[in-house]
């Protein structure tokens, strides 16, 4: 059996945007399934906006909303408007005042020109979108954004993000809960963020608190050629705290947290040792994703993997 959430506690304030950021599989989807009702957890409390999502689940469901990445909620058939009418009616919003907050949003995401265009004609960005006016029209208390730019380009991305911080900023009461495993996401947006990895928080704070947990360390990234596999053997170097490497454009591209910069030469030595030709080498400044990497050891894609 497969413990999906394990001695989980979080508090999230009012008028809070707050993060749960972790690797595919860290169980971030199935906590938030609990918080907006559609799982029951197996044990423990969980309460949004004061009411318990057991007992009170009837009452919860009117105050909140839920958008997921790549969902396909609806009907391809439908238009846009067709179709977010159809859900304003589903949370029983008045007909009138629903096609006027409808329009609204449509023309603030950029979708009035495509709000009598059928859903099966539209790209993966215009979809997510008319999702995010789904989960918006209502004008919930929170809001569950569960991996919600997940395979968007970068302008729909930047799009989605923008409307969150709007929304937000129109009433500061309003609250998110945002899953994620884009560090940068996460870094932008976010007040607060729990870092998940296999079920448990491993780290929560502020996302400037976080990175300045590794601000200790020497953080170098290497470009090496391809060549001999080297990343058990720079984890085995004394000092070296983490180490993390991904392949990009033919090139493999190590990011190491050293406990000094006496450990450079080290590291050096082992690399020409295996045969690897260096060919940069720059020390930055921390981010999550080294955050992440010290608090569990391995990189984002490791886990997932």
């Not at 909620?73 to 008045?94: D, H, P, T």
């Not at 009138?96 to 409808?102: P, T």
């Not at 470009?223 to 596999?229: E, I, M, S």
């Not at 990009?248 to 590291?267: K, M, N, Q, T, W």
Request: net charge negative; aromatic share 4%; charged share 30%.
């Amino acid at each position: 059996m497969t413990t999906a959430l394990e001695n989980v506690d979080l508090r999230v304030g009012q008028g809070e945007l707050f993060g749960v950021l972790g690797p595919n599989g860290a169980g971030k989807t199935t906590l938030i399934k609990i918080l907006v009702t559609l799982l029951l957890p197996t044990s423990g409390e969980a309460l949004v906006d004061g009411l318990d999502v057991v007992r009170d689940y009837k009452h919860l469901r009117s105050r909140i909303s839920m958008v997921s990445g790549g969902e396909q909620a609806g009907y391809g058939i439908l238009k846009v408007r067709e179709q977010l009418w159809m859900f304003s009616q589903f949370y029983g919003m008045n007909s009138k005042a629903a096609r006027r907050r409808i329009d609204e949003l449509l023309e603030r995401l950029g979708l009035a020109e495509a709000a009598n265009k059928q859903i099966t004609g539209l790209s993966s960005g215009m979809r997510q979108k008319m999702n995010l006016i789904r989960g918006l029209m209502t004008d919930p208390r929170v809001l569950f954004l569960d991996e919600p730019t997940v395979a968007l380009d970068v302008g729909a991305a930047r799009d989605v993000r923008s409307e969150v911080q709007r929304w937000m900023r129109e009433d500061p009461t309003r609250t998110v809960i945002l899953t994620t495993h884009y560090m940068q996401e996460a870094d932008e947006l976010c007040d607060r963020v729990a870092i998940v990895n296999r079920g448990r928080i491993v780290a929560e704070g502020a996302p400037r608190a976080l990175k300045e947990s590794v601000d200790e360390d020497v953080i170098v990234d290497l470009q090496l050629d391809p060549g001999t596999p080297l990343l058990d053997l720079l984890r085995a170097i004394e000092g070296v705290g983490a180490a993390s490497v991904r392949e990009e454009d033919g090139v493999d591209r190590f990011s190491l947290l050293l406990a000094d910069d006496a450990i450079l030469p080290r590291v050096m030595t082992t690399v020409e040792s295996a045969g690897r030709r260096v060919s940069g080498l720059v020390r930055r400044q921390p981010t999550l994703e080294d955050a992440f990497v010290k608090l569990v050891g391995r990189s984002m894609t490791e886990e997932e993997a």
